[in-house]
């Protein structure tokens, strides 16, 4: 009777193995969610008290041209880094799934390096890389005689929000790159044979054959990219800690300084809620469109 | 004839342009950071000087500077403190968790692993206030502790998702040998399974340990005295005080970032591996 209790455990031994990874989930994330949505309905700074204020900080949220403006800068982070990121991943995966390529696996190891950096790290390396007189951007662009490119790169307001994208493609090519060749290594070689005996080589091969097949694991790296950079926060606290002013401000910098700079808890949970249903949105419109395409 | 030469010449062409255009970025990866490292052993005079020349001499002044204003060792001592507790829980929980999902059908099995897994897609910045509050009422906010339970939390996830893959693929006949042996639950985990995760558990815990070094976010919500100061806090303070000595701010992004080099140099392609499973298997 003892032994079986191995192959099929009793009740108290379900509780007792599986309780405290759960309990630490709903300590840690249910109960928060769920706080976070009630503390939106509130005007509350922290102390002992709180007004009801029905959809008050929802309304004041739309109403809000610093949200707008955080919304839009967020979009455009997670446009740039889409195209940056993915974009240059599938360039990058092709060569390095060419069969004349040397040192495979160095190669792979070098470009995959940043991916685990910290993001206050890549932040303040990028501070230094973009410095008007010390920095590497603006020696390379003059020694490459492209000086007319060079402008105040985190100092210019209508800019800056692009310079603080260019880290996050920076940082996760290898990333995506890396998923990529392996989505390609999966394609099996018979199709690949039978193609290249149907005459189609080199480019004709990658454009007919190897991307349709790639179009799930490109979609998968299309979402993550997108649900990453929703919620990307460190990175540019690091470098710009959202400024000039609020020109690089994104949804997370807008919620943490309303809620930890201005003392506005119960609106920066509005802003926290929205922000998650912003990226529930966006993931599953990507989903849903991936998984359009895969059924033509 | 000449068709053939010319053949050959292009696939010469490309092999070399293939490899010239990797090198190249592959380069463009990595030389910031070596470029970093060793303009942080140059004075400032010789930087200011020469931007990319190597060091005349190497000058450890900065690494000296960098000790002695910002508390370096505490704040790694810290992040070490947290990630040693960090991912042994991590990794315990993990184990029973997914061993428990991988062999059992019980009510209540997919949503604990949906649970799980669906704190990957959470924007941890939308639970920032609430923790916080909630934090402060029981009194874990700024203690020792106070790191080590969102870290365990977002950390779980992806070492539950390979745990769980990994132990798939171990043949049930195992357990139930050890069941005839008389084995009860407890030791069927921990001495016949665990031992035989070792390859995934060591590459989820380089990750743990990696995830819990690089973390900000939460530190940077739950934390308030020095004394208890992570890593990243502090390399983010420091960055503050030298904001034009760039040779010392060098100084300081190699002290805190040379663990996860060290193990990058020795465990890249188990990191790799790891980091792109889930997106791999889909």
């Given at each position: ?26 300590f ?17 700074s ?12 929802y ?48 190669h792979?190891?070098?470009v995959?390096?940043?991916t ?15 410095n008007k ?11 490459i005689?492209?000086?007319?490119l ?38 099996s ?31 998968i ?53 929205v ?22 | ?16 342009v ?15 950071v070596?470029?970093?490292?060793y ?43 947290n ?11 993990a ?11 019980f ?27 909630i ?42 040998a ?30 743990s340990?990696?995830?819990?070094w690089?973390?900000?976010t ?16 502090g ?48």
């Amino acid at each position: 009777m003892k032994t079986s209790t191995t192959l099929k455990p009793r009740k108290y031994q379900y509780f007792l193995y599986l309780g405290p990874g759960v309990l630490l989930y709903i300590f840690a994330v249910i109960i928060p969610i769920l706080w976070a949505l009630r503390y939106s309905f509130y005007n509350w700074s922290g102390g002992a008290k709180m007004d009801f204020v029905g959809l008050g900080n929802y309304i004041e949220i739309f109403k809000d041209p610093l949200f707008w403006k955080s919304l839009s800068n967020n979009l455009i982070v997670v446009g740039i880094c889409l195209v940056g990121q993915v974009g240059i991943a599938i360039i990058i995966a092709t060569l390095l799934s060419s069969k004349y390529i040397k040192g495979r696996q160095i190669h792979r190891s070098v470009v995959f390096f940043p991916t685990v950096l910290s993001a206050i790290v890549i932040g303040f390396i990028w501070v230094i890389m973009y410095n008007k007189d010390y920095g590497l951007l603006n020696w390379f662009l003059n020694t490459i005689g492209l000086k007319s490119l060079i402008y105040p790169w985190l100092d210019d307001p209508k800019k800056v929000i692009y310079s603080v994208s260019y880290p996050l493609i920076w940082q996760y090519i290898g990333y995506y790159a890396i998923i990529l060749l392996a989505g390609m290594s999966n394609i099996s070689s018979e199709v690949l044979e039978s193609c290249e005996i149907d005459g189609a080589i080199g480019w004709r091969k990658l454009v007919y054959i190897i991307y349709p097949l790639l179009k799930p694991t490109i979609a998968i790296c299309a979402m993550m990219s997108i649900a990453g950079n929703m919620k990307i926060f460190d990175n540019i606290m690091a470098m710009t800690n959202g400024g000039p002013g609020s020109s690089s401000t994104v949804l997370a910098i807008y919620a943490y300084k309303q809620s930890f700079t201005f003392f506005r808890f119960g609106y920066g949970s509005a802003v926290s809620i929205v922000m998650l249903l912003v990226s529930v949105v966006i993931i599953s419109i990507t989903k849903f469109s991936a998984r359009g395409d895969n059924n033509d | 004839m000449t068709s053939i030469n010319i053949k050959e010449k292009l696939g010469y062409i490309s092999k070399i342009v293939v490899n010239l255009l990797m090198v190249i970025f592959s380069i463009t990866c990595i030389y910031p950071v070596i470029w970093m490292v060793y303009s942080s052993f140059k004075t400032q005079n010789e930087f200011n000087m020469d931007i990319l020349s190597l060091p005349s001499s190497i000058s450890l002044e900065n690494y000296a500077n960098a000790l002695k204003t910002a508390n370096f060792i505490k704040y790694s001592a810290n992040s070490l403190f947290n990630a040693v507790i960090g991912v042994t829980a991590i990794i315990i929980i993990a184990i029973v968790t997914s061993y428990f999902i991988s062999r059992f059908e019980f009510k209540g099995r997919k949503l604990i692993y949906g649970l799980f897994l669906g704190a990957m897609l959470i924007p941890i910045h939308s639970l920032l206030v609430p923790l916080f509050s909630i934090f402060n009422s029981i009194g874990l906010y700024n203690t020792r502790f106070t790191l080590i339970i969102p870290y365990i939390t977002f950390g779980l996830p992806t070492t539950l998702f390979l745990t769980e893959s990994f132990m798939n693929n171990l043949p049930k006949e195992l357990d139930e040998a050890a069941a005839i042996d008389g084995c009860t639950l407890g030791r069927t985990i921990f001495t016949i399974i665990m031992p035989l995760c070792k390859p995934i558990l060591i590459t989820t815990g380089i990750l743990s340990f990696v995830f819990i070094w690089n973390e900000y976010t939460f530190a940077l919500t739950l934390l308030d005295s020095d004394k208890y100061k992570t890593i990243s806090l502090g390399l983010a303070k420091f960055q503050g005080q030298y904001s034009s000595d760039y040779v010392t701010q060098m100084a300081g992004i190699v002290l805190a970032t040379l663990p996860i080099i060290i193990i990058y140099l020795v465990f890249n392609k188990k990191i790799i591996e790891g980091m792109t499973a889930g997106a791999v298997k889909g």
